[in-house]
């Protein structure tokens, strides 16, 4: 069986999903910066949504009962640091790797809010559990004489993969999206979890606040924005910034397990001086690959549409629990008919979510709501694509595959997930397929069916493949993120 493979990317410039930051110290702008580094939890989050089961992903061990507690005392032994709690320590594992934290997955700790030895704030990953009450740390800085350490005044939480699916009020999707700013300096990788040094706990943060859409033929934008006010008394020098997303959970409202997407090393220190306040605008941009008005004369165009940023735009700025549980879902299953409602078989059609194709190879725009967006009653196709079934030009849409895990590249600092979905030709004419589209579920309650065009990439000539009578042609999207 022939495979027809196409890409969708993020962190690509006019690519798909591209990150831009304007940094400003009391109004005065000071410079644009473009940012280069999403990490792994971005497409982890994105895979998660479309993939509607369970898929790893980045909670506390506690689930839904989360626990954080506070350092009692730090401790340096045989080069490396060794953290002391009131906390039970020992419970973060219960249930992951026993006695040994490290024993299949890595288990990190998050610490907020020292300012007596500021370093130790950040996302260190655990050696080993000795005991009920301390763990050790590995590569934590220890250029530090521990007595100086205040007791009680960091706070510990734990952090490790965990497969869930993003119906846990627990641990929603993309849920309050937030800048935040530190002091560390480690370079960049794809399996970040956290800033190296983060110093938010230090600083006053001013309420956030996210833009609405802005949209035209060849891109969509929304900002995430927040202000820091520095009153430690002292100048800070920032050094690294990011996105990340704060969960507000049912039984215990919290504030500390982050979910990071991106993060920056700046080139040069950023002097923040006692008293001001920096403020950080993100721009979240999504634009179309090779945007341009021929299709046939300049070359394939495509990627997100506007539901899609709709969608992530939405969860920015949610800040409950409802309305959420099946937004994007790609699941589908063309001949099972299955679908998000238990009534499927009566109401609805599987095949609409998911991978589908079409006839019309006009350009994309960023407003396209359907595939075939020119047709008409004089045109050979149909808006929508192609439809579900076994006459001359119809398809059978076989159920959609989708990788059970995001797959995270350390080497080439990438990560992706495929998407997949195999069509049979029943018919007795070819179909010559000029179009691909994805449909996810953008329903506004957790059990509503609307199925909505989230992308789509219309094909050159030399891109175009057909499916003869009688043939099956499996079609495969890879959605990829580049650090």
Same mark, same amino acid.
């Not at 027809?4 to 591209?18: F, H």
């Not at 549980?325 to 609409?352: F, P, Q, Y």
């Not at 020119?374 to 076994?390: C, K, R, V």
């Given at each position: 069986?022939? =495979?027809?493979?196409?890409?969708l990317?993020?962190?690509?410039?006019k690519?798909?999903?591209?990150?831009?930051?304007?940094v400003?110290i009391?109004g005065?702008?000071?410079? #644009?910066?473009?940012c280069?580094?999403?990490? !792994?939890n971005?497409?982890?989050?994105?895979?998660?949504m479309?993939?509607?089961?369970?898929?790893d992903r980045?909670?506390?061990? $506690?689930d839904d009962?989360?626990?954080?507690?506070?350092i009692?005392? &730090?401790h340096?032994?045989? $080069?490396? +640091?060794?953290?002391y709690?009131?906390?039970? &320590?020992?419970?973060?594992?219960?249930?992951m790797? !026993?006695?040994?934290?490290?024993?299949?997955?890595?288990?990190?700790?998050?610490?907020?809010?020292?300012?007596?030895?500021?370093?130790?704030? $950040?996302?260190w990953e655990?050696?080993s559990?000795?005991?009920?009450?301390?763990?050790?740390? %590995?590569d934590?800085?220890t250029?530090?004489?521990?007595a100086?350490y205040?007791?009680?005044?960091?706070?510990?939480i734990? %952090?490790?993969?965990?497969?869930? =699916?993003?119906?846990?009020?627990?641990?929603?999707p993309?849920? /309050?999206?937030?800048?935040?700013?530190?002091? *560390?300096?480690?370079?960049v990788?794809?399996s970040?979890?956290? &800033?190296?040094?983060?110093?938010?706990?230090?600083?006053a943060?001013?309420? #956030?606040?996210?833009?609405? /859409?802005?949209?035209?033929?060849q891109?969509? /934008?929304?900002t995430?924005?927040?202000?820091?006010?520095?009153?430690?008394?002292?100048?800070?020098?920032?050094?690294e910034m *990011?996105?990340?997303t704060?969960?507000n959970?049912?039984?215990?409202?919290?504030?500390?397990i982050?979910?990071?997407?991106a993060?920056?090393?700046?080139?040069?220190a950023l002097? +923040?001086?006692?008293?001001?306040?920096?403020?950080l605008?993100?721009?979240?941009?999504?634009?179309?690959e090779?945007?341009?008005?021929?299709?046939d004369?300049? *070359?394939?165009?495509? $990627?997100f =549409?506007?539901e899609f940023?709709?969608?992530?735009?939405?969860?920015?700025?949610?800040?409950?629990n409802?309305?959420?549980?099946d937004?994007?879902c790609? *699941?589908g299953g063309g001949t099972?008919?299955?679908?998000?409602?238990r009534?499927a078989s009566?109401?609805n059609?599987?095949?609409?979510?998911?991978?589908?194709?079409?006839?019309?190879?006009?350009?994309v725009s960023?407003?396209?709501?359907d595939?075939?967006?020119?047709?008409?009653?004089?045109?050979?196709?149909?808006?929508?694509?192609?439809t579900?079934?076994s006459?001359?030009?119809? &398809?059978i849409?076989?159920?959609?595959l989708?990788?059970?895990?995001?797959?995270?590249d350390?080497?080439?600092?990438e990560?992706?997930?495929?998407?997949?979905?195999?069509?049979?030709?029943?018919?007795?004419?070819?179909?010559?397929? %000029?179009?691909?589209?994805?449909?996810?579920n953008?329903?506004?309650?957790?059990?509503?069916?609307?199925?909505?065009l989230v992308? #789509?990439?219309a094909?050159?000539?030399?891109d175009?493949f =057909?499916?003869?009578?009688?043939?099956?042609?499996?079609?495969?999207?890879?959605i990829?993120?580049?650090?």
């Amino acid at each position: 069986m022939n =495979t027809i493979s196409q890409t969708l990317s993020i962190g690509t410039p006019k690519s798909g999903l591209d990150l831009f930051c304007n940094v400003s110290i009391d109004g005065q702008h000071l410079f #644009r910066m473009h940012c280069e580094s999403f990490v !792994g939890n971005l497409l982890r989050d994105v895979h998660g949504m479309m993939h509607g089961g369970k898929t790893d992903r980045l909670i506390s061990p $506690g689930d839904d009962y989360v626990q954080d507690g506070k350092i009692t005392s &730090l401790h340096i032994v045989d $080069g490396a +640091l060794e953290i002391y709690s009131q906390y039970y &320590l020992e419970y973060i594992f219960s249930g992951m790797h !026993g006695v040994n934290p490290n024993g299949e997955k890595p288990v990190w700790v998050h610490i907020w809010g020292c300012s007596s030895v500021p370093q130790i704030n $950040g996302t260190w990953e655990v050696e080993s559990t000795y005991g009920d009450y301390y763990i050790r740390l %590995k590569d934590a800085p220890t250029n530090f004489d521990p007595a100086i350490y205040v007791a009680d005044q960091a706070q510990v939480i734990a %952090k490790h993969y965990h497969p869930i =699916t993003t119906t846990e009020s627990y641990c929603p999707p993309f849920r /309050v999206i937030l800048p935040t700013i530190g002091q *560390g300096s480690r370079p960049v990788s794809i399996s970040d979890v956290g &800033l190296h040094n983060p110093i938010d706990a230090l600083l006053a943060r001013g309420a #956030r606040s996210v833009s609405g /859409v802005i949209t035209d033929q060849q891109k969509s /934008v929304f900002t995430v924005s927040a202000p820091f006010t520095n009153g430690s008394g002292g100048d800070l020098a920032i050094t690294e910034m *990011g996105l990340m997303t704060h969960i507000n959970v049912n039984r215990h409202e919290i504030n500390t397990i982050a979910t990071l997407y991106a993060r920056d090393v700046l080139p040069a220190a950023l002097n +923040l001086p006692n008293g001001k306040t920096l403020t950080l605008d993100y721009e979240c941009r999504f634009e179309l690959e090779n945007f341009n008005q021929d299709t046939d004369l300049n *070359g394939s165009n495509g $990627g997100f =549409t506007a539901e899609f940023v709709g969608a992530l735009r939405r969860q920015a700025v949610e800040n409950t629990n409802t309305n959420w549980r099946d937004l994007m879902c790609i *699941g589908g299953g063309g001949t099972s008919m299955t679908s998000l409602e238990r009534r499927a078989s009566e109401v609805n059609k599987g095949w609409h979510l998911g991978l589908r194709l079409g006839q019309s190879n006009k350009f994309v725009s960023m407003t396209d709501a359907d595939l075939s967006p020119d047709a008409t009653q004089e045109t050979p196709y149909n808006l929508g694509g192609i439809t579900h079934g076994s006459g001359d030009g119809q &398809l059978i849409h076989h159920g959609m595959l989708i990788d059970d895990q995001v797959t995270i590249d350390e080497v080439n600092n990438e990560a992706h997930f495929n998407l997949a979905r195999v069509f049979e030709n029943r018919g007795t004419t070819d179909i010559t397929i %000029k179009e691909v589209g994805i449909y996810a579920n953008r329903g506004d309650d957790y059990d509503e069916w609307i199925p909505k065009l989230v992308a #789509r990439r219309a094909l050159a000539p030399a891109d175009q493949f =057909t499916i003869m009578a009688g043939q099956m042609r499996k079609v495969n999207y890879k959605i990829k993120m580049v650090v």
